[in-house]
């Protein structure tokens, strides 16, 4: 267990009806270069967390099920986390959080960008935090996205408030901040710079700037990816349904257009994105 004893985060079911998905807010502060000098890669006694947590439609992101085989191959000694995420799944980010916290060894966590919405929750599990100066921490409300009529999302209001509270519990026993003044910075979505989470308890240490580097490849490589994650955030905030997002995302990946659509490559499905993007901008 933690050498802080911190809480063991519970994660309350969840219906069919309501997804967790990550924060627009988030996704803009997201720098997908950023990553440690040192960063072996989950070899020897690191772990890399970076990019979106959870498995998205294109199989990829951080999934408690590749933490959890990392952290059984370092065994029992002192683990290093890196970490770089917009959040995302918060079923994901309890469970890292759980497999962090009872893990036997000593956990020095190292936030190089951000570790945003789950990926905070998860940042707290360390014995030791340590943020870049110009890393930040963001906490706010469980972020979903929900379909139904007026009785479905009044019940999806009711289903997450457990998933804050957990949240909050967490956040407040381990930075010291009274969970009630917690809450209020969860309720308004609020970004705790590095100086700024070591001074509320929120983190231990500041980074050396020497131990944090920017690939400009890998900010490109995952920069595609977060903007499509970008997209499909807006379409599902403009209503359309998972399935026509994930064929829609999907082939503007591949750049292949499916057989229903006519012959000029991608011509169909820009047309599409120009319109259903269209809708949102003029809102």
């Known amino acids: 267990m933690s050498i802080r004893k911190l809480p063991k985060a519970e994660t309350p079911s969840l219906r069919a009806g309501l997804g967790?998905?990550?924060?627009?807010?988030?996704?803009?502060?997201?720098?997908?270069?950023?990553r440690a000098a040192d960063d072996q890669g989950d070899v020897d006694n690191t772990i890399s967390i970076l990019g979106p947590i959870g498995q998205d439609f294109f199989g990829?992101?951080?999934?408690?099920?590749?933490?959890?085989?990392?952290?059984?191959?370092?065994?029992?000694?002192?683990?290093?986390?890196y970490i770089n995420s917009p959040g995302g799944d918060y079923f994901e980010g309890l469970a890292i959080y759980n497999l962090l916290r009872d893990h036997k060894g000593?956990?020095?966590?190292?936030?190089?960008?951000?570790?945003?919405?789950?990926?905070?929750?998860?940042?707290?599990a360390g014995d030791v935090i340590?943020?870049?100066?110009?890393?930040?921490?963001?906490?706010?409300n469980t972020w979903v996205v929900a379909a139904g009529d007026r009785n479905d999302l009044r019940e999806y209001a009711d289903l997450i408030e457990p998933f804050d509270k957990v949240?909050?519990?967490?956040?407040?026993?381990?930075?010291g901040v009274d969970p009630a003044e917690v809450q209020k910075m969860m309720d308004r979505e609020t970004w705790i710079g590095g100086q700024d989470a070591v001074e509320k308890g929120f983190a231990d240490a500041l980074l050396?700037?020497?131990?944090?580097?920017?690939?400009?490849q890998a900010a490109l490589e995952v920069g595609v990816h977060a903007a499509l994650r970008r997209i499909?955030?807006?379409?599902?905030?403009?209503?359309?349904?998972?399935?026509?997002?994930?064929?829609?995302?999907?082939?503007?990946?591949?750049?292949?257009?499916?057989?229903?659509e006519p012959t000029t490559p991608s011509a169909g499905v820009n047309a599409e994105l120009a319109e259903a993007l269209g809708r949102i901008a003029i809102r």
Do not use: C, W
């Open 232 to 260: 499909d955030v807006a379409l599902a905030r403009d209503g359309m349904a998972r399935s026509e997002r994930r064929r829609l995302i999907a082939e503007i990946k591949s750049g292949t257009p499916s057989a229903a």
């Open 20 to 34: 967790f998905d990550l924060a627009p807010s988030a996704l803009a502060r997201f720098d997908a270069g950023v």
């Open 167 to 175: 949240a909050a519990d967490v956040y407040a026993v381990r930075s």
């Open 60 to 81: 990829e992101g951080v999934t408690a099920r590749r933490i959890a085989a990392a952290l059984r191959a370092i065994g029992e000694q002192e683990v290093v986390v």
């Open 130 to 140: 340590e943020v870049a100066r110009a890393g930040f921490l963001m906490i706010h």
């Open 106 to 124: 000593k956990v020095t966590i190292r936030v190089l960008g951000i570790a945003a919405s789950a990926a905070s929750v998860i940042a707290m």
């Open 208 to 216: 050396a700037t020497d131990q944090i580097v920017n690939d400009p």
